[in-house]
C-alpha cells in the first residue's frame, strides 16, 4: 500500500517562502509524476506542478513565477517551495501520486495533507 | 490550458436517487477524464479514470460516460455514504485542470 506524507510549517508569514516535503513509502511504480495540489478552505482543488523521476517539471502557469518543485529520488521526497506568499495561498496542501495506471494517468494516491496559514 | 466546468455546483437528493453530474471541457480531452469523491476533511478518491474505468474498491453504483468534450457521473441509487462533493479532472495535457466541484446534500 503506497503512502504519502506531507510535512512543514503550518505558519508561514506573508512575503516569505512556503516549503513543504512529501515522504513516498513505496517507490517501486516509476511510472508517475510527483504532484503538488492545494485546496484553499472551502474551495475548490488548485493543480500547482508535478515532476516526473527523470526531472521534467511542469508547473501551473498562475503560480509558475514563484514555484519550484524538486525530488531527491534516493530519500523518495519530492519538495515544494512558493515564494512571496500571501494570505491568498492560504491551504490545504495536497502530495499525490499522478499515475499511469493501465495506460492513463490519474491521482491514485493522496496524502493527507497539510494545511498551511499565511500570517503575520 | 483546458477549463473544466461541472454542473450543477450542487444538488440535493434523497438516499435512492439516481443522481447526474455533467463535466465539460473547454477543449476535447478524448477520454482523458477522471473523477473524484472528496468527503470533509479528507483528501479525494479516485473513483473513475478513462472517463468510464472504475477504480478497484469503488461500488458499481458509481459509473461514467462520455468522450471529447462533455463527461457525464452517475449513482444509480445514491446512498447515505456518497454524500460528499465530485470533481471531475482532465489527464489529457499539462496542467492538469479540476472542475469546480458539485456537492451532492441530503433532500
Known amino acids: 500500500q503506497v503512502q504519502l506524507q506531507e510535512s512543514g510549517p503550518g505558519l508561514v508569514k506573508p512575503s516569505e517562502t512556503l516549503s513543504l516535503t512529501c515522504t513516498v513509502s513505496?517507490?517501486?511504480?516509476?511510472?508517475?509524476?510527483w504532484t503538488w495540489i492545494r485546496q484553499p478552505p472551502g474551495k475548490g482543488l488548485e493543480w500547482i506542478g508535478n515532476?516526473?523521476?527523470?526531472?521534467?517539471?511542469n508547473y501551473n502557469p498562475s503560480l509558475k513565477s514563484r514555484v519550484t518543485i524538486s525530488v531527491d529520488t534516493s530519500k523518495n521526497q519530492v519538495f515544494l517551495r512558493l515564494s512571496s506568499v500571501t494570505a491568498a495561498d492560504t491551504a490545504i496542501y495536497y502530495c499525490a501520486k499522478d499515475s499511469r495506471g493501465s495506460g492513463w494517468y490519474h491521482f491514485d494516491y493522496w496524502g493527507q495533507g497539510t494545511l498551511v496559514t499565511v500570517s503575520s | 490550458d483546458i477549463q473544466m466546468t461541472q454542473s450543477p455546483s450542487s444538488l440535493s437528493a434523497s438516499v435512492g436517487d439516481r443522481v447526474t453530474i455533467t463535466c465539460r471541457a473547454s477543449q476535447t480531452i478524448s477520454i482523458y477524464l477522471n473523477w473524484y469523491q472528496q468527503k470533509p476533511g479528507t483528501a479525494p478518491k479516485l473513483l473513475i479514470y478513462?472517463?468510464?474505468s472504475l477504480q478497484s474498491g469503488v461500488p458499481s453504483r458509481f459509473s461514467g460516460s462520455g468522450s471529447g468534450t462533455d463527461f457525464t457521473l452517475t449513482i444509480s441509487s445514491l446512498q447515505p455514504e456518497d454524500f460528499a462533493t465530485y470533481y471531475c479532472?482532465?489527464?489529457?495535457?499539462?496542467?492538469?485542470?479540476f472542475g469546480q466541484g458539485t456537492k451532492v446534500e441530503i433532500k
Open positions: 513505496d517507490d517501486s511504480n516509476t511510472a508517475y509524476y
Open positions: 478513462a472517463a468510464s
Open positions: 479532472q482532465q489527464s489529457y495535457i499539462m496542467p492538469r485542470s
Open positions: 515532476i516526473f523521476k527523470t526531472g521534467n517539471i
